[in-house]
């Protein structure tokens, strides 16, 4: 089953507007990643947040984690069109090896 | 710097036919991963190995096998493919600080 479920499904925006996508979860965690995914290409990793952080930033790029909400937000500023790609959240829940459980993503299109 | 080098990267199968899906990293970690992607349903994990010489299920292991040859290599085989495993299935290995870096993805078609 998926632990995560991430919202919106699709996103369709302007270049230079901001991208909000959302993340819930259901078992308490160790970590939280968000990767993306370039149509056709594997996952790239973005960004870690422990369950002990609330924020953490990386250039455009601004995570937020709330484990009483077991929820998480990845906001991107000033989305370019390169920007255009599929996002993951994925959870670590701490146990054996590190496996992580992925969310269906969520479709970013930035029209230039 | 390869990272992580699977292969082939598209395949087509008919019911029935066995093949092995290849993937190697040169990052020298431990713990490396299976998935398999389908549309709308995000990554679900097939197996993994913690270490050279272990595997473990994941959530979907049905009608796979894997072997952890070495340090370097994990690959995955199916036995006998069914159109159920359509699919396109990512390798990938675990770094320092729990990051997973992903192989570049078989596309697999079973008619």
């Known amino acids: 089953s998926q632990q995560g479920e991430e919202d919106p499904q699709a996103l369709s925006i302007q270049e230079g507007e901001n991208a909000t996508m959302n993340c819930s979860y259901k078992t308490s965690i160790n970590n939280l990643q968000w990767y993306r995914q370039n149509s056709g290409r594997g996952l790239v990793h973005l960004i870690l947040i422990r369950s002990n952080e609330r924020e953490k930033h990386s250039g455009r790029l601004r995570v937020t984690l709330d484990t009483s909400k077991k929820s998480s937000s990845l906001l991107i500023t000033a989305s370019r069109a390169a920007d255009t790609a599929s996002y993951f959240c994925a959870t670590d829940r701490g146990t054996s090896y590190g496996k992580l459980t992925f969310g269906q993503g969520t479709i970013l299109t930035v029209h230039p | 710097n390869a990272g992580v080098t699977q292969t082939p990267k598209f395949q087509v199968l008919k019911t029935g036919q066995s093949m092995t899906l290849q993937c190697a990293q040169d990052m020298n970690h431990n713990s490396m991963y299976w998935y398999r992607q389908d549309p709308g349903m995000g990554l679900r994990l097939i197996y993994y190995?913690?270490?050279?010489?272990?595997?473990d299920k994941g959530e979907v292991p049905n009608g796979y096998n894997v072997s952890r040859l070495n340090k370097r290599e994990f690959s995955l085989r199916l036995e006998s493919a069914a159109p159920s495993q359509t699919s396109v299935y990512f390798c990938?290995?675990?770094?320092?600080?729990?990051?997973?870096?992903f192989g570049a993805g078989t596309r697999l078609s079973v008619l």
């Open positions: 990938a290995s675990r770094g320092p600080v729990d990051i997973q870096y």
């Open positions: 190995s913690a270490s050279e010489g272990t595997t």
